[in-house]
C-alpha cells in the first residue's frame, strides 16, 4: 500500500509539472501572439462577394486600383475560399511590407437566401481568427458586395469582437437588406432580426452603402428601397452611416465592383479613410449622397 500510495503521488506531481510547463508554453505563446497583434501596421481591406460568385469576384476591381495606383504601390491579394465541409483554401499571398493588402472571403456553400447568410457569417468568424493568427492584424475595413454586405452586417452583430478586432470601414455595394421587397414597410424576417441586433454592431463604425441605380427603381437585380433599408439597421446604431448612390451605364447589379464612381469611393473612403462623405472628389461626387450620421 505504501508504494502504491508513492507511486500515485509521484504521477501526481510529475502532472502537475507536466501541466505547468504546457500552460508555460501556451502564456508565453499567447502573449507573443498578443504583441504581435499590438504591434501590427497592417490593416487589410477584406472583401466579401455575393450569393453564386467567387473569390475571383472582384479581380477587375484589385487590377484598376493596382494600375492606376501603382505610384504608390500596389496591394497584394490574398483569397481564402471556404468549402462546403468548413475547411479553408488558401491562394495568393499578403505581403509583409504592404500595409494595405487585399483579402477576399468566398464561400462554396453561396446559395441565395437568408439560413446561408447566417451560416457564411459564422464561418466568416472561423476565417477571420484564422487569418489574424497567420498574419497578426486587429485593424481591418470590410467591403461586401450583394450578399456579401450581408454576411458582414451578421457577422458584425452576432460574432465580432472588439476586444480582438477593430473594424473601421464597412462599404456596402448594391446589398440588399430587405431582399426582393420594393416596400420599406413590408419587413422581411432577416431585415427585422438585423434591425433587432442593430445594438451589437460597433459604435465606432463608419459605414458606406451603395446603392446602383439604372432607372432610380433597381440596378437590374436589387431594388434601390431595398438597399436603402440598410438605414433602419446603421442608423443612431453607428458612428456614420452615408448612403450612395450611383447611376448610369455601368450602376448595374453585377458591375458595381468595376464601376469608375464605386472604385473612387472605395480609393477614399476606405483605402484612404477620408471618412467625410462632404469632401468627395469631383468624380466621386458625381454620386448622390445622404449622411445619417449620429
Do not use: C
Not at 211 to 239: C, R, W
Request: no cysteine; aromatic share 10%.
Amino acid at each position: 500500500m505504501a508504494k502504491s500510495t508513492k507511486f500515485m503521488l509521484f504521477l501526481t506531481v510529475l502532472l502537475t509539472v507536466i501541466i505547468a510547463l504546457f500552460g508555460r508554453v501556451w502564456m508565453l505563446s499567447e502573449h507573443q501572439n498578443d504583441r504581435a497583434i499590438q504591434k501590427s501596421r497592417m490593416e487589410p481591406v477584406i472583401f466579401v462577394p455575393g450569393s453564386s460568385a467567387t473569390v475571383r469576384r472582384f479581380d477587375d476591381l484589385f487590377a484598376t486600383i493596382n494600375s492606376e495606383d501603382r505610384d504608390k504601390g500596389t496591394h497584394s491579394v490574398l483569397k481564402v475560399q471556404v468549402n462546403y465541409d468548413g475547411s479553408l483554401t488558401y491562394s495568393g499571398h499578403v505581403d509583409g511590407s504592404n500595409r494595405r493588402p487585399f483579402i477576399v472571403v468566398g464561400f462554396e456553400r453561396n446559395q441565395d437566401n437568408y439560413p446561408t447568410i447566417q451560416a457564411d457569417s459564422e464561418a466568416l468568424s472561423k476565417v477571420m481568427n484564422d487569418l489574424q493568427s497567420r498574419y497578426h492584424f486587429r485593424n481591418f475595413s470590410a467591403v461586401g458586395h450583394s450578399n456579401g454586405g450581408l454576411i458582414w452586417t451578421d457577422y458584425l452583430e452576432n460574432y465580432y469582437s472588439s476586444t480582438n478586432f477593430h473594424i473601421r470601414t464597412l462599404m456596402t455595394l448594391g446589398t440588399p437588406f430587405n431582399f426582393s421587397e420594393t416596400s420599406t414597410t413590408r419587413q422581411t424576417t432577416m431585415l427585422s432580426d438585423m434591425i433587432d441586433g442593430a445594438s451589437s454592431l460597433p459604435s465606432d463604425l463608419v459605414v458606406y452603402s451603395v446603392a446602383g441605380s439604372e432607372d432610380y427603381t433597381d440596378d437590374g437585380k436589387v431594388p434601390v428601397q431595398s438597399v436603402l433599408s440598410g438605414k433602419y439597421i446603421f442608423q443612431k446604431n453607428v458612428a456614420k452611416y452615408t448612403q450612395t448612390t450611383v447611376s448610369g451605364d455601368n450602376a448595374g447589379h453585377s458591375k458595381l465592383p468595376e464601376n469608375p464612381e464605386v472604385i473612387n469611393l472605395i480609393r477614399e473612403l476606405v483605402l484612404q479613410n477620408q471618412n467625410d462623405g462632404s469632401k468627395l472628389s469631383p468624380k466621386s461626387a458625381k454620386s448622390i449622397s445622404q449622411d445619417f450620421s449620429r
